[in-house]
């Protein structure tokens, strides 16, 4: 019997494969990231979350190449850039974008609104003419702003009107994969919810992937179909958004999560905070076996010698989980 051949599987937006970027500095070695793996799919939001000192913002950095891995691969849209040279990433540049949370500090002051979104457009030869500035308006309004907005330079504009540009400018050339790093922290409080409609119905209609990195945990709920739970470098927990919500394994997740207010007075009343001792360790020196054994309220023994292995849990639903307690079938420990 022959078998028709299978159809051949589309490669993800983003795929790293046991991502290390160290930092040598005086007295010793910052291990920023040490050996991440993820993929985010097509058209999928993977949110990338982690107190500040975690490593997220270094392993955005490292996926759209504007920083150098020290080690393992970085793919986008199945091509290898892990050690490509500025040269040849340039005509590649086009399908990937970062989006800062600071618009301020990458958007040129010089520059109008205009020329700010234009500007990867004519870079890559993409329109010129007419139809740039046709390109250029129907940006802005996707985006919702103004036409007279075109002729502001970003001071002129508030910091959620400000992102609005980053984004239309990142989205000028349609790419596949976006990484976001804390897109709306700058922001108020009042525009931030906006900023994050805009994106969502952004990423839904133009389907690229994103890798949205932030420590904002309703933000995530909000736009992620996946999380990647990261703690001193290390990635220690990954699962859809509302299995993660839902049943947090790991117990950084669990005491993270706990820590997110609930609009309910009655269900926020009754529920139980899981309070972490401390702070984060130096990524200078990360403690032996498991990195979190020092501020974990379940550690044993063994977690102070053994470092977990990052594992898939069974089940119908993809999640992984580091941790020696959560038990095979997935079972967390009491906190
Ligand atoms: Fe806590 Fe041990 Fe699990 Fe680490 S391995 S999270 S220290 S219980």
Redesign the pocket.
Known sequence: MTHAPSAPVAPSALELDGLVRHFAVRGGTVRAVDGVSLAVARGEVLGLVGESGSGKSTVGQCAVRLDRPTEGTVRVDGTDITRLSRRALRPLRRGFHLVFQDPSASLDPRMTVERIVAEPLRLHRLAHGEELQGRVSELLRLVGLRPESARRRPHELSGGQRQRVSLARALSVEPRLLVADEPTSALDVSVQAAVLNLFSDLQRDRGFGCLFITHDLSAVEFVADRIAVMYLGEI?EQAPTADLFASPR???TAALLSAVPVPDPAVERSRRRVVLQGDPPSPLAPPA????????????D???V???ALRTLPGPVPRQV?????DEDGTP?QL
Do not use: L, S, W
């Open positions: 220690v790991h117990p950084y076996g498991c990195r979190f054994h020092e501020r974990c309220p379940a550690a044993v063994r977690c102070r053994e470092p977990p580091a941790c020696h307690r959560v420990p």
